[in-house]
């Protein structure tokens, strides 16, 4: 039976880093943890908060980010 590799999953969250610091943490922590397990990233094309959190940490550890705009 094949077994198909995740290779990247889309994230959207806050362009903010909320009150707590341990989402901004958890952000980071999930850049890192997709980026060691060479799933790419693609999100919402916001550097900064939560969503630049996660691209960072994984750009941090050598992983593949993709920004994604939305155009109406």
């Given at each position: 039976?094949?077994q ?16 707590d ?37 994984a ?14």
């Amino acid at each position: 039976m094949q077994q198909n590799k995740i290779t990247s999953v889309s994230v959207f969250c806050g362009s903010s880093s909320g009150n707590d610091d341990a989402f901004l943490k958890d952000a980071i922590a999930l850049g890192e943890f997709l980026a060691d397990h060479q799933i790419g990233v693609v999100y919402g094309g916001s550097n900064v908060g939560l969503m630049g959190a996660v691209a960072d940490g994984a750009l941090n550890k050598g992983g593949k980010v993709t920004e994604s705009y939305l155009t109406f």
